[in-house]
């Protein structure tokens, strides 16, 4: 994909991140309405598009870049946890940010950006790819995530076991089975999944806007820190992640999802965690407005090492 090509592709997703900003901003969304549309992404949209892109033969080769993804993609996130522990004390972070900036540098937004972005770049392929790097995303979010939020005090008794049942999980878990079992949906099924899940992309990008339309203005540009952790989470992750990757992988679909999915803003849940655990969530906000705001520049430039 040229550089033009791919600097359309975001600019057209982000003309619908400020769509969702400017009706929520006018009114016809509400608080209710975005929180209900969030909802029906994360339980519905999002979980059909994994399932129908799944609904393809048994492919031994398809199989095997999903088990890099796989291995590859914990590795990735190992990597990130532990640059997590020691990011905060390089920006120089208050004590009331340093969980926020932690839990950011881990969790981008690997679902609602993640999924249509290698879509329209590398096709329904890269989608179940992405599928199985999100199950990673999910089980960690739940577990990791909640741990650095509530505070190591709480230990592992903020974590839920109900995390093996969320949508996310449930979704890979009855696509890969469909796959490995060359199993296809009757159309009167497989038609109503493959309309919900074409809804993700473009109802993912409102809901981004929606969110992001809470915040004051006046205050999402102010902080010095912010624009440090844009820059390590838009470019120096990804960057990190090519070097490091393309000595050891030779498949360059596996290579450029697992780096494009180190080039998300910050994860959109970041907000909703910060705010339930009493984390600094208008620190979590900013970061994910300027992040969402940037990444129209730099996901071109990231996607050209790629494609």
Same mark, same amino acid.
């Given at each position: 994909m040229e550089l033009g090509a791919l600097f359309h592709?975001?600019?057209?997703l982000f003309v619908l991140v400020l769509v969702g900003w400017a009706v929520r901003r006018i009114g016809i969304f509400?608080?209710?309405? =975005?929180a209900g549309l969030s909802r029906f992404l994360v339980?519905?949209?999002l979980p059909a598009l994994v399932i129908d892109s799944m609904q393809i033969p048994f492919d031994p080769a398809l199989a095997g870049e999903g088990m890099a993804v796989a291995v590859f993609g914990a590795?990735?996130?190992l990597a990130a946890v532990a640059f997590a522990l020691v990011f905060p004390g390089l920006i120089r972070a208050r004590p009331d940010e340093r969980q926020v900036f932690s839990f950011l540098v881990i969790f981008a937004n690997t679902g609602f950006m993640g999924y249509p972005i290698v879509r329209a770049i590398w096709g329904e392929g890269a989608v179940f790819l992405a599928a199985i790097y999100n199950l990673l995303f999910s089980f960690l979010l739940f577990t990791v995530g909640v741990l650095i939020l509530s505070g190591r005090g709480a230990g592992w008794r903020g974590v839920s076991p109900r995390v093996l049942l969320s949508p996310g999980i449930v979704s890979v878990g009855i696509g890969l089975s469909f796959f490995l079992l060359s199993v296809d949906l009757p159309e009167v099924i497989g038609g109503p999944l493959r309309m919900l899940g074409d809804l993700t992309t473009p109802l993912s990008m409102v809901v981004i806007g929606a969110l992001l339309a809470r915040l004051d203005a006046r205050t999402i540009f102010g902080n010095p820190r912010v624009y440090l952790f844009s820059a390590v989470r838009l470019l120096v992750m990804?960057?990190?992640t090519f070097a490091v990757l393309r000595a050891v992988l030779d498949d360059p679909l596996v290579l450029g999802v697992l780096v494009m999915m180190a080039a998300m803003p910050g994860a959109t849940n970041a907000a909703l965690f910060a705010e339930e655990y009493g984390v600094n969530p208008e620190l979590a906000s900013q970061?994910?407005?300027? =992040? =969402?705001?940037?990444?129209i520049v730099t996901f071109p430039l990231v996607a050209t090492l790629v494609t």
């Open positions: 592709l975001v600019l057209t509400s608080d209710e309405v =975005t339980n519905i949209a590795a990735c996130y990804p960057l990190a970061a994910v407005f300027v =992040t =969402t705001l940037f990444c």
